[in-house]
């Protein structure tokens, strides 16, 4: 599986942006999906997951009310919409795929190469 994410980018406290993630192969819909974002010296944290139907979803409570992740699996992509963007949002932000919804990175299996959100205060 190959995953390519886009999207990212710099934008002021308050905006919002929308991440995409494409992914290769005819079997998407049988693929979790999640997001994950690092900051430099920091290890990878999860952001939010969503079922291969898109039925159920998960989030880090700090993203909980502003992200939404859903997924068009005609398109074989999923999103994330980030509303009411924040200076601590900034991180490079990774989709990855895995069995089952989990918020463990060793739980994803492939992963995207990332793409860069910079919120300035």
């Known amino acids: 599986v190959q995953l390519q994410a886009s999207g990212g980018g710099l934008v002021q406290a308050g905006d919002s942006l929308r991440l995409s993630c494409e992914a290769s192969?005819?079997?998407?819909?049988?693929?979790?999906m999640g997001w994950f974002r690092q900051t430099p010296g920091k290890e990878r944290e999860f952001v939010a997951a969503?079922?291969?139907?898109?039925?159920?979803?998960r989030y880090d409570d700090s993203v909980k009310g502003r992200f939404t992740i859903s997924r068009d699996n005609a398109k074989n992509t999923v999103y994330l919409q980030m509303n009411s963007l924040r200076p601590e949002d900034t991180a490079v932000y990774y989709c990855?795929?895995?069995?089952?919804?989990?918020?463990?990175?060793?739980?994803?299996?492939?992963w995207g190469q990332g793409t860069l959100v910079t919120v300035s205060s």
């Open positions: 990855a795929v895995a069995p089952w919804v989990s918020a463990t990175a060793t739980s994803y299996k492939f």
């Open positions: 192969g005819r079997t998407f819909s049988s693929y979790v």
């Open positions: 969503i079922s291969m139907t898109g039925g159920s979803t």
